[in-house]
């Protein structure tokens, strides 16, 4: 039994480090509650409205003002808050630092009011994680018995007919994987040691978060793919949002590392960000050339651990200021994956694009040297 | 707005291209049955209109209206199968209900586009000025059609229904329509009034006119008198019972009373034109607002699915959508239909719809059936809710203006269709022929091959072009049929090749498209083409198709420069490819079998030439940097390939290092290392003979040995150096090669070879640098073979006819290779 699945709160909710996201926002779920007239799902604390609303944010006709959690796209929060009120279960994608882990948390504890139902995928996941366990003690001294049962987060989420968290789905092995078959297909979940099962209550559903571009995961079964709507959560939409995110965790990070990072950094940032997105989206900023994507997956998570490396070089190795020569490696490292096939789509994005672009010359000076 | 109890005629407001207004105008004539349907459009069609009954007409169909002796003035009104004006006529005709067209008559208003186009820049067509309404409404001509998208700028222009849908809450007009009136069902109640609807929105119609007057739409008011007078007209002759059906917008100006004076004032001294009018094909495509015609609904595809299916939209589309998405082998399975009508349904709820509109069923899609991916949604959106349908139009239709152009260029071109085949021999420098050719070159292009180029018997030269012509009687079909493409031939032929140009699958089509392009000389198409052509190079991961297209655009680009034609996007696009060959042939020449490196040995010469020239030209548009820079970065790559080992096969690295060598890169020392490494013991057999293969050409490369005094010369002192002992090891691999040389050529080389070499080639030779430098090789030492002496008079007598050759003059530098051997073919030959 995985001990990391049990996560009822024992700590006083003002000395957590980071409180759940249904006592954070305990007021504004309350508020929302009290305002919502629309039709709710049984064992919804909310209508479905609400609960987008609540993701989106607005305010009440009471004047309570609901803050935001989820900037994006209105139509992705809709359709994922609608799935939950369906047969399926919810799936969400996306490339690392999309909030995938955040909109799911903010998902159930405003449809369910509980978001700790969670289990975290990894490679060493076992069946137990989704299923049950025994206790062990319990089970030697009294045999088999519903007391020496150890219920997973998704058995206690189906029995109260909850929303039950599973995050990183993809890293967890195929074959545990599809235990969630029966769980979402059946909404049951057989005991055979008692000869019982633990049949799913009204308002029982189960969202997923899972990575589609990483390397070394366990790709979903097409029969348990089937089970789930899924909802890819996009990269930020502009590049000013994305420098802006780029830069607020730069200087997070810069700052418990102590990295000395200026506002001369800007300009790196800025390129090492329009860098990214035109690869990614295989076309320049400008719109008018365009270019091959590589293999990797250039999420906004990536650029910032390049940023950050570059700074540490500049703090450690130069005079402190983020230059071209200090991201050049990180981004090189970055974008070739494949050294074969990602090499050429570099040097073309190089001789392409950069070597035209006026005042990018030390950076293509810079990129030249390390691929050389 | 009153009904037929007040005897005032019933005016039905409607959306171009809405089916929830078709449908309520079908109920409400139904309810009215009036004596006689007046339509908003041209009334020149009047007498076109009982064709809609015909039995080959098939929505979606467009009225055309050109200007006779002009077609490429042209303005369509558009109908689709759920077009409330098409429901209206056909209503009318099948009931034999008099049906007369009411708008502003082509004539005038063809001629105003015209006036206004010459006296004004501003960007005016008709089918704007109808605001959000008509957007599927009516436009005027080409040019206006695709400034529609550029002018649609709500501020300048006031979009009605975007104000009743802002008054309403709604963020998008289009999904306010929907809600309020499109998703109304078929019936809503047995006993209630067709008519009510209309009514409500023809009051919320007349307070936006009090609000914003014309809303800046200034024709507007001449064409509203003209359907008041019109309406008078049919009140005298039919009484008052009669519907008419038009735009909401001009709803209350026709129920507006005014004196037919002031009305005949408004319509006095307009201008006119002689104005033709026939039905033509439409597509979905066109009616969409994507394909650039600014008249437009985004969605054809499912606005006609809403009027066509009985009941349950949602789920009949969702079946569709399993349906398509199967074909294209997406495991969709019922269970997922259902889901994703479910999700929709729910999403709907969520944001407050009273029915799942295409916004939610793309949703639902994405999310159900499409894993979270776009591809499914685009294959859904390209196929179903724009739609591919082709209109159809009975063959007793009037020709279509494209015909008429056809005609009038084969006139004043002087080329009569034939049945009989016959051959043409043109010559570009004269203006009837170059026109000849152009007309030819765009036919082709749009699939009428009325002329098949064929190779000239006579001369061959750049200037002439042969043609095999034959007019086949099933051509005037084709005709007929690209004319949905424009209205004249250029104007047809441009669009097609960059509708093509959008949709070629390979690069080598659009490189051919591009080429196509400048013979038939299509500007405006170019820019498209070149765009294509440009993103395809990026996106094309195979070095060899880019290596295939690059001497193609290099040829275009040079033909473009003769023709005169502006060759810089050419040229951009040229030398972009050219980038991406170099970054992209030297990791893929690596790993090849025998019969892949043959291939890229081929790429290897033809890049090589294309990049010659392509230097040329570069040098002659950018004297200060192009040449040097692309040749020597060309030279970097062949270098690259010439060093490299093992992974590299040995043909492809004899040829690099052969390039090189023919230009001046690579000196006779390093060129011998070369060889001696490549041929060295340590090579395996195979490698070393593809090497010398390579090296010095192949099966056909003996008469390249006999004639290049240098390559025999560098040969041959290379192999008198090899040891003793390494030699008998070299024979078998120079053998192989030189074995597949004819008898003839073995002979003529063994012969050069006894004769010795009478100078070395570092060797200064006095008596030939004289001469050779006028054609550019550098002084060069008296042939290897050949004595030193030098004829200076028999040699200087060829120079002015070599010159003429070559086409330079005195100081011209043509290109170093070709000129070589010529120039040490003369200076060697001896009396």
Known sequence: MSAKSETSTTTANDQALRPHAEDTFAHELKALAAADDRPRPERWRLSPWAVATYLLGGTLADGTVITPKYVGPRRIVEVAVTTLATDRALLLLGVPGTAKTWVSEHLAAAVSGDSTLLVQGTAGTPEEAIRYGWNYAQLLANGPSREALVPSPVMRAMAQGMTARVEELTRIPADVQDTLITVLSEKTLPIPELGQEVQAVRGFNLIATANDRDRGVNDLSSALRRRFNTVVLPLPATPDEEVDIVSRRVEQIGRSLDLPAGPEGMDEIRRVVTVFRELRDGVTADGRTKVKSPSGTLSTAEAISVVTNGLALAAHFGDGVLRPGDVAAGILGAVVRDPAADRVVWQEYLEAVVRERAGWKDFYRACREVSA | ?831
Not at chain 2, 296 to 313: K, N, Q, T, V
Not at chain 2, 630 to 646: E, K, P, Q
Not at chain 2, 772 to 792: I, M, N, V
């Open chain 2, 1 to 831: 707005m009153t009904t037929r109890s007040t005897g005032e005629p019933v005016l039905l407001g409607v959306r171009h291209h809405g089916p929830g207004s078709a449908r309520a105008v079908r109920a409400a004539l139904e309810q009215a049955a009036p004596d006689a349907v007046l339509i908003e459009g041209p009334p020149e069609a009047d007498e076109l209109l009982p064709l809609a009954l015909h039995k080959d007409m098939r929505p979606p169909v467009a009225l055309l209206a050109h200007v006779l002796d002009d077609p490429g003035r042209a303005a369509f009104w558009p109908l689709a199968e759920f077009s409330p004006e098409w429901v209206a006529l056909r209503w009318a005709l099948e009931r034999e209900v008099p049906v007369r067209f009411i708008d502003l008559p082509a004539a005038h208003s063809l001629a105003m586009t015209a006036e206004e186009e010459k006296t004004e820049e501003e960007k005016t067509e008709e089918g704007k000025t109808e605001g959000g309404k008509t957007e599927g409404g009516k436009t005027e001509g080409e040019k206006a059609e695709r400034e529609a998208d550029e002018a649609e700028a709500p501020d300048v222009r006031i979009d009605p229904l975007g104000v009743l849908a802002r008054t309403a809450g709604y963020d998008d007009p289009e999904r306010w329509w929907e809600d309020v009136v499109e998703h109304r069902g078929a019936g809503s109640g047995e006993g209630a009034d067709a008519l009510a609807p209309f009514a409500a929105l023809a009051e919320a119609m007349g307070a936006l006119r009090e609000a914003y007057g014309d809303g800046g739409h200034d024709r507007d008011p001449v064409r509203e008198a003209h359907m008041r007078l019109r309406l008078r007209d049919a009140r005298r002759e039919f009484g008052d019972n009669i519907a008419v059906v038009c735009g909401a917008w001009h709803v209350p100006a026709l129920a507006r009373r005014s004196t037919v004076t002031a009305d005949r004032q408004l319509l006095k001294g307009l201008p006119k034109v002689k104005a033709a009018v026939t039905w033509v094909p439409w597509t979905h495509r066109r009616l969409s607002r994507r394909s650039g015609y600014g008249a437009g609904i985004a969605s054809p595809g499912w606005y006609g699915h809403l009027f066509s299916s009985p009941d349950r939209p949602v789920e009949r589309w969702m079946t569709k959508v399993a349906g398509v998405l199967r074909d294209e082998d997406y495991a969709v399975s019922s269970a997922h239909v259902i889901e994703a009508v479910r999700l929709a349904e729910g999403l709907a709820t969520v944001r407050g719809r009273p029915l799942a509109g295409l916004t939610e069923a793309d949703d639902a899609i994405r999310a159900v059936m499409g894993d979270g991916s776009d591809a499914p949604s685009l294959l859904i959106h390209d196929r179903l809710v724009v739609g591919e349908l082709l209109g159809e139009v009975p063959e007793d239709a009037p020709a279509v203006p494209l015909q008429r152009d056809l005609a009038r260029s084969q006139r004043t071109l002087r080329l009569k269709p034939q049945a009989l085949e016959r051959e043409l021999e043109l010559d570009l420098r004269k203006e009837t022929d170059a026109g000849r050719s152009r007309l030819l070159h765009r036919l082709r292009l749009l699939g009428i091959p009325w002329g098949e180029p064929t190779r000239s018997r006579g001369s061959t030269g750049t200037f002439r072009e042969t043609w095999l012509l034959r007019w086949e009687p099933e051509l005037s079909v084709r005709v007929a049929e690209a004319g949905i493409w424009g209205t004249t031939v250029l104007s047809a032929a441009t669009a097609k090749a960059a509708s093509e140009a959008v949709g070629a699958a390979s690069l080598a089509e659009v490189t051919a498209l591009a080429e196509q392009c400048l013979l038939a000389e299509l500007p405006d198409a170019l820019p498209v083409v070149m765009r294509a052509l440009s993103d395809r190079a990026a996106l094309d991961a195979d070095v060899g198709h880019l290596a295939q297209a690059l001497p193609a655009l290099v040829r275009s680009v040079r033909y473009g420069d003769v023709r005169g034609t502006d060759g810089a996007v050419l040229r951009d696009v040229a030398l972009g490819l050219a980038e991406r060959v170099f970054v992209g042939l030297p990791p893929a020449c690596t790993g090849l079998d025998d019969d892949g490196a043959a291939e890229m040995r081929g790429h290897l010469d033809a890049t090589h030439q294309a990049v010659g020239l392509l230097g040329q030209l570069e040098a002659g548009a950018r004297p200060e940097d192009g040449t040097p820079e692309l040749r020597s970065r060309w030279a970097g790559v062949l270098r690259a390939l010439s060093r490299r080992d093992d992974a590299v096969p040995g043909l492809i690295r004899g040829r690099a290092a052969r390039l090189l060598l023919d230009d001046g890169q690579l000196d006779d020392g390093e060129a011998e290392r070369l060889m001696g490494l490549a041929l060295s013991p340590g090579t395996p057999p195979a490698d070393a003979a593809g090497w010398i293969e390579g090296f010095v050409g192949g099966g056909d490369g003996g008469m390249l040995l006999v004639h290049d005094e240098r390559l025999l010369a560098l040969v041959d002192g290379w192999l008198t150096s090899v040891p003793d002992a390494a030699f008998t090891d070299v024979l078998p691999l120079l053998r192989r090669t030189f074995a597949e040389y004819e008898s003839g050529v073995r002979r003529t080389l063994g012969e050069l070879v006894r004769r010795g070499p009478a100078a070395t080639t570092r060797d200064p030779a006095g008596g030939a640098s004289g001469t050779s430098e006028a054609g550019g090789t550098g002084g060069e030492a008296a042939a290897p073979g050949f004595g030193p002496g030098l004829d200076r008079d028999r040699a200087a007598a060829v120079l002015p006819t070599l010159r003429l050759l070559l086409g330079t003059d005195q100081d011209g530098d043509p290109a170093r290779p070709t000129a070589r051997r010529p120039d040490s073919d003369l200076t060697g030959a001896r009396p």
